[in-house]
């Protein structure tokens, strides 16, 4: 079945810097990355995701590429900001029919 | 519109109870997930529904879980007999099903077993 490795567990950076968490997948077949943040006790919410059709996509200060010949995505935050706090979660699935499976988390943390 | 909701937010139970925790999907969704998060660990997958069909239970951890989605909307993961080891926070997830992978997250139930 479908493996998902993530680094950094721990990631802390000044405010405005950037911040990049990387995870690798094993199953060929996947095609859906989402990234989830999750606040202390709250919800995942999804930030972004990309389709194994698409390399790259960015939405404001947050992009995530995907390698699909390495089986490796990334999320790239630039010019954080405190609120940016918190723990983020890569996934996999294949699609529509196909449960997530999640990396172990990164808990990001944004000194000002 | 109104999100995923679950209820209860919290639940203590002691050792060999049984607890029922429902989810509300967000109206017209087809499909809904029940995912386990550990504490410091990323959800782990539970069951999947497809309406009122449960097409894949393979992360059901015992015999001891059991889902139901009788109408294809409110969904109720029970728990017999709760072990210590089934504390962690329950997320219901659900998805439209109609092209979208987009999977939308309940706040959970925290569940406390002593």
């Known amino acids: 079945g479908e493996n998902v490795e993530q680094h950094p567990s721990t990631l802390s950076v000044q405010e405005g810097d950037s911040a990049v968490i990387k995870c690798t997948y094993s199953d060929s077949a996947s095609n859906y990355f989402p990234w989830y943040k999750q606040e202390l006790g709250k919800r995942p919410q999804l930030i972004i995701d990309?389709?194994?059709?698409?390399g790259e996509k960015k939405d404001q200060r947050i992009a995530v590429t995907l390698n699909k010949t390495a089986k490796h995505f990334s999320l790239h935050i630039t010019e954080t900001q405190p609120e940016d706090s918190a723990v983020y979660f890569c996934?996999?699935?294949?699609?529509?029919?196909?449960?997530?499976?999640f990396g172990k988390g990164t808990k990001l943390s944004v000194k000002p | 519109g109104a999100g995923v909701s679950q209820s209860p937010r919290y639940k203590v139970a002691k050792r060999g109870q049984d607890v029922a925790l429902r989810c509300d999907p967000i109206?017209?969704?087809?499909?809904l997930f029940w995912y386990q998060q550990a504490l410091g660990q990323g959800p782990e997958f539970l069951t999947y529904?497809?309406?009122?069909?449960?097409?894949?239970k393979s992360g059901l951890p015992s015999d001891r879980f059991f889902a139901e989605r009788p109408e294809g909307s409110v969904s109720t993961l029970k728990i017999q007999r709760t072990q210590q080891e089934d504390s962690a926070v329950y997320l219901c997830a659900s998805m439209t099903g109609r092209r979208s992978e987009t999977q939308y997250f309940g706040p959970g139930t925290r569940l406390l077993v002593l």
């Open positions: 990309i389709r194994s059709n698409v």
């Open positions: 109206s017209g969704h087809v499909s």
């Open positions: 996934a996999a699935s294949r699609g529509s029919q196909g449960n997530l499976i």
């Open positions: 529904f497809q309406n009122e069909a449960q097409l894949d």
